[in-house]
């Protein structure tokens, strides 16, 4: 079978699955099937397969299981958004799709990675640009600088600047690559390669974290970190690299813990949440419940205890950030170990994509971005469940939010395309 | 694939091993756990989704209902302070007391019958719900009792001694259960405490109208009639402790019905010494005392000293109910009951009818017989002593044209302050169908303070 046949094979199942979920939250809401439910799924069965056309046209022989994986990703939150507050549901519909759109120009734009290689400097000076007008701009909600509004859409700029700011490192490592695994020097016996050629890498990994750090937007911070790390260690081989990374993090995080009274909360609150279940740890402390509550085959779509009489979340920030304790208590642990396996999935097909490419530039834009798409998913589940402290942003593809959406699909075009040219 | 790559898999896929074992750890490990944590209040909430069981007084008032919001019911309670003492709240967050805890079962339509045909009406789709509560408070009594007692700490509690239904019930400091949420931080730390419903839980000497039992057991054992011959001098020295009679009064000679009629110490103290610590304390516990209240609902033990801890002096002390004995409200309502209804004290009730929600009666409380502690000539020879009280005693002040009201007096020295006034009374007096317990505390006599509240509230009984 041709790869595209392959990825609408299981592109249709996906989307059936969806319309299935729509069919049952609606049945639980209005306890009758009406054609509307059915119609939301059918909207989307016909989205998808203009994406999928779209990649038969534009890179026909791109990876076949990671648009269908996507879709049952961002479908599934749809469903979710849809039994939460159908107003949200329809809103991210819309940035769905938005981020089609964005995913079809950028496949169309980019043909080929080399472009993309050739205008690193402009691509990174835009990222850090982007970032800079948060930090200059945005405006502070929930106690992070994320936002910058733009007439009736709000902005959130870091989400963009951070794949631009990736392809940039990829790209730059490409070149750097030989020189930074040739060391001229020693340091108190460690090996070091000329500074002139460390500057520049330095200088914008430093800068970019710091307006982060500004910004207070550690989530995207701790991620950023994570895959440049990553990225370093792909593009050199160098444990070395890593090493200084973790004790520069290791330093970065204890001066916080210190000079941030928000960081510190987070982590006591990560270490004993029961000290203040009402208040301070009253979030996680609902999300366990609610994750207990699911067991192993979860309550049912639409069954779980998810509002509360006034109509808000019983968990704050449920539609975003903890939108996979909503998933744990309703689909039990058989389904959110599902979408954990999803995202492994997607990791596995998309590291393949690093592997499996010919050329250093598109095996390290792979690296990259898969590398922060899967630290994203683990930092936000892991923080929902209590195995890591928690960092607000949002799980890919399913939590609400239409930049992360719209920059996602980016991401995706981009991991499609360096596939299309490794096969 | 080179070795740096294979090691970044291998990570990655390691971080999601630990996101699967936790999560395992999460969902099942510690699941039971985290259900049964007290800050998860889902369980509570869990059940707002059901129609819980409308509560209703005897005369038809709506005391519990619900209001739909979305998918849940919230709970409303009209007469707000009025009856929640007794009646309790059903709370998302605070969870659950009175009737609305101990009845929880009935009222979400888990027990017996109702579950099954619960189940059955969820399984053709139509709505689940609780069954009714139908009390044996009568509103009206109720009212006129919150009333009569006003804004004085206390209670009043009001029975039928024939079948131990509970007619009245109200207790001050209240709170308002429609209020809870901004409420709660104050009645959970006031000196006060509102929670506290005093008629069932708080514990009072008892002072004089002890005196009931004490004359009961002096009848009973024959060790004294109405008109035995008693000589008062204002004191009388007892093991070292000398008795007073209230307000240094001196009544010389007298008989049993006067000493009984005017609340006289020394006689008591004289009488509880001949009867010695045994025979009281025998008859303490035959009227319920050191007994739990013989209801779901709870409250507190009344209690009286073991008879070996008591020394003559303390004999003398109890015999008119002070020292060591203390009684809840509700527990001299209940002596009271018993010379009311021919020596016979019924087990006392709040829930009349369970009932489903088209009227279907599930479940009657049938009156019965709790203790039998006198027999029914001791009843009625006390009920003709507790008639002289109000006649020409201490109880003046309860009596009521045209209806023979029986009562006695208690005024209970305390260590700070004024005495608890106390008045438990029936009536009428040769058919009784109420019977009232009044307790104000630190309020003066109970002559004056007390026999007012309890005229009130029998005439509202009697339909006067």
Known sequence: MSLRNRELVFLVPALVLTTLGFALVYTQKASVLTWTSLTYGALFIVLFLIAHTGVRVLASRADPYLLPVTALLSTLGLVLLYRLDEDLALKQAMWLVVGLVAFLLVLAVVRDLKWLAKYRYFIGGAGLLLLLFTAVFGREINGARLWVDLGPINLQPAEYGKVLLIVFFAAYLVDMREVLTVSTRRVLGIPLPPFRYLAPLLTIWALSMALMIFMKDLGTGLLFFGALLALLYAATGRFFYVFIGLTLFLVGAVGLYFLFPHVQVRVDIWLNPWADPTNKGYQIVQSLFALAEGGLFGRGLGQGYLVLPSGKTIIPYLETDFIFSAIGEELGLVGAVGIILLYMIFFYRSFRVAVRSRDDFSRLLAVGLTSIFALQAFLIMGGVIKLIPLTGITLPFVSYGGNSIVANFMLLALLLRASDKAA | MDRPLRRLFLFFALLFVALILQLTYVQVWAAPDLKTNPANTRAVAEQMKLERGVIVSA???????????????????????????????????????????????????????????????????????????????????????????????????????????????????????????????????????????????????????????????????????????????????????????????????????????????????????????????????????????????????????????????????????????????????????????????????????????????????????????????????????????????????AALSGVKVAGKTGTAEVAQGEPHAWFTAFAPADDPRVVVAVLVENAGTGGSVAAPIARKVIAAGLGL
């Not at chain 2, 002890?210 to 024959?222: I, S």
């Open chain 2, 59 to 397: 005369d038809g008032v709506e005391l519990a209902v619900n209001r739909q919001e979305g998918e849940f019911f919230l709970r409303e309670y009209p007469q707000g302070d009025l009856v929640s003492p007794w009646l309790g709240y059903n709370h998302q967050r605070y969870g659950r007391a009175g009737v609305e805890r101990v009845y929880n079962e009935e009222l979400s339509g888990q027990s017996g019958l109702l579950g099954i045909t619960g189940y059955w009406n969820e399984l053709l789709g139509k709505t689940r719900r609780g069954a009714d509560l139908k009390l044996s408070i009568n509103m009206g009594m109720q009212r006129v009792a919150v009333e009569a007692l006003g804004q004085r700490k206390g209670a009043v509690v009001a029975l039928d001694p024939r079948t131990g239904a509970v007619l009245a019930m109200t207790t001050y400091p209240r709170y308002d259960p429609n209020r809870l949420a901004e409420l709660w931080s104050d009645i959970n730390s006031n000196d006060d405490k509102p929670l506290l419903n005093r008629a069932i839980q708080g514990l009072y000497p008892p002072g004089s109208v002890f005196k009931t039992v004490v004359a009961a057991a002096g009848l009973e054992t024959q060790a004294v009639v109405p008109e035995t011959t008693f000589v008062d001098t204002g004191s009388v020295a007892a093991g070292g402790f000398v008795v007073n009679n209230y307000g240094g009064n001196v009544y010389g000679e007298h008989d049993f019905t006067r000493a009984f009629a005017s609340s006289i110490n020394t006689t008591f103290a004289k009488l509880g010494v001949s009867l010695g610590a045994d025979t009281l304390a025998t008859y303490a516990s035959e009227f319920g005392f050191g007994k739990d209240l013989p209801w779901p609902l709870g409250g507190s033990k009344s209690s009286f000293p073991d008879a070996g801890d008591l020394d003559k002096a303390h004999v003398a002390q109890v015999a008119y109910g002070q020292g060591e004995v203390l009684a809840t409200p509700l527990q001299m309502a209940l002596v009271a009951s018993a010379v009311a209804n021919g020596g016979n004290i019924m087990r006392p009730y709040l829930v009349a009818q369970v009932l489903t929600y088209h009227g279907q009666v599930l479940d009657e409380t049938e009156p019965s017989v709790w203790l039998r502690p006198i027999s029914a000539e001791t009843a009625d020879t006390l009920r003709s002593l507790m008639v002289k009280v109000v006649e020409s005693g201490t109880g003046t002040q």
